[in-house]
């Protein structure tokens, strides 16, 4: 997870004096930010690595059961945070440079990148209002069938009552009989 080196980011035609720089040429912003990108994702791997580190590094309570393996620790962690501050330079050059580049740039509203097709108003008055018929004509048939579902649950409500009823008065005459 390396990201590549930026040194094509920040070297000018000046570099090479008679001619021009083929690195200059070719980083635009876009790529920049994927270099970005990349150093962010670096940075977070380094770190998280350096939490790594300290989770298994013993508490300093003054007791250490292996001096060697305390200072490889230690170092180790001491190289994580040198490369950690080296990344954090790499993404301030990186930021700097996009800034640079889109200085220059007016910025655009988002709605402005989003393409469409422009209609005629009077097609959008007329899908609009088919849109609403279609809308109105739906609700009208489910509430057509919400009234049938109401009717349909209320006769089966009186025939659950009558076989009920009749049940009670099968069960008294068997009690009678008995």
């Known amino acids: 997870m390396t ?25 635009n912003t876009a790529s920049l ?20 580190l300290l989770r298994n590094m013993q508490l300093p309570n ?3 059961y292996h001096p060697n393996t305390h200072q490889d620790r230690l170092g180790k962690l001491q190289e994580h945070l040198r490369q950690l501050s080296v990344l954090f330079r790499k993404l301030r ?24 097709i422009e209609e005629d108003s009077s097609k959008h ?19 057509e069938v919400n009234k049938k ?12 009552d009558q076989l009920r009823n009749l049940i009670w008065e099968i069960n008294s005459m068997l009690a009678v009989r008995n």
Request: glycine content about 6%.
């Open 149 to 160: 579902l109401k009717q349909k649950n209320q006769q089966l409500k009186q025939i659950m």
């Open 93 to 116: 050059l990186v930021y700097d440079k996009c800034n640079e580049n889109c200085a220059g740039l007016d910025p655009v509203p988002t709605e402005q990148l989003i393409p469409y």
């Open 33 to 52: 930010c994927r270099i970005g990108q990349e150093t962010v994702q670096d940075i977070v791997f380094r770190t998280m690595e350096i939490f790594q």
């Open 62 to 64: 003054g007791v250490t």
């Open 3 to 27: 990201a590549p080196p930026i040194g094509g980011a920040c070297m000018t035609s000046a570099a090479f004096p008679g001619q021009p720089s083929q690195a200059a040429r070719e980083v």
């Open 125 to 143: 008055d007329e899908r609009s209002a088919n849109q609403i018929r279609y809308a109105t004509e739906e609700r009208r048939e489910v509430l």
